[in-house]
């Protein structure tokens, strides 16, 4: 029972580990003795990423860019260099775009759906060679981080990002049954209100932070250990007979 939760000697990638949610799950991981590769589009940012992280653990930063297979395949490649299996995926990379229907455009569209669903599936399946040592009674673990706007109306012009968000909650259904027999558990998370790089407006007005918290039962935004503690939870032996599920994560807000 003492370690239930461990993930001590597993190897994980977090895409889109540089800020927000990726970069607090990285450290969960890493501050429970994972080694972690993180990746992101920005290399300045992602290189700061790696120096933070690299106090709580070995965290190795390689850029990439998941909105292309090219850029998936590449990275891959780059991981592959160093290591022949992988423990723990984390589907995270993701991209929001908000504009009334009017004005919404097909590139707001295109950019949000590849980076939140078709990196999501093309990462899954190009580390697939990677994820081929779980076993029946330690699988391995993908991880697809979905939002509660893909399960409610968010009351915002984000319709590519909600409707992409709604197809990772599913996606993370269908890979799961598929890979189940593999030994490749899939499962997701919804996130509330976390503060991040998408919520920063947000979380500096503080009239609007105020009414956010109005709408949340816990009334305080989500902290860093909360999406940590999830993250550690499906990717450790607690979670072992979760399958296909996604968790909500939102402090009550969905549940009024």
């Known amino acids: 029972m003492k370690a239930l939760f ?4 597993k190897t994980a990638i977090v895409t889109g580990g540089s800020s927000g949610i990726g ?3 990285a ?3 890493l501050e429970n003795g994972a080694k972690v590769y993180i990746t992101a589009r920005k290399v300045e940012r992602l290189m700061a990423a790696q120096e933070a992280l690299s106090a709580f653990g070995e965290c190795v930063a390689i850029p990439g860019d998941m909105s292309t297979l090219e ?7 780059e991981v592959s260099k160093h290591e022949k299996h992988i423990d723990i995926l984390i589907n ?3 991209a929001n775009w908000v504009t009334p229907i009017e004005q919404f455009p097909e590139s707001g569209w295109d950019k949000v759906m590849d980076i939140n669903v078709k ?3 093309f990462m899954t399946q190009k580390c697939l060679p990677l994820l081929n040592r779980g076993t029946a009674e330690d699988p391995a673990r993908v991880v697809n981080i979905a939002s509660i706007h893909g399960i409610a109306n968010p009351g915002l012009p984000s319709y590519s990002y909600s409707a992409s968000k709604s197809a990772a909650i599913h996606l993370t259904r269908h890979l799961a049954t598929d890979l189940a027999p593999k030994n490749i558990l899939v499962n997701g998370i919804a996130p509330g209100f976390f503060p991040s790089n998408m919520t920063k407006e947000l979380v500096e007005n503080e009239q609007m932070n105020k009414m956010a918290m109005a709408q949340i039962p816990r009334a305080r935004s989500g902290e860093p250990e909360d999406i940590a503690g999830t993250a550690l939870y499906l990717c450790s032996r607690a979670s072992a007979w979760v399958c296909g599920h996604t968790i909500v994560l939102d402090g009550g807000m969905i549940a009024k």
């Open 92 to 94: 995270n990379a993701g």
């Open 6 to 9: 461990s993930v001590e000697g």
């Open 119 to 121: 990196s999501m599936f």
């Open 71 to 77: 850029g998936i395949e590449a990275f891959i490649a």
């Open 27 to 29: 450290q969960g991981l």
């Open 23 to 25: 970069a607090m799950m």
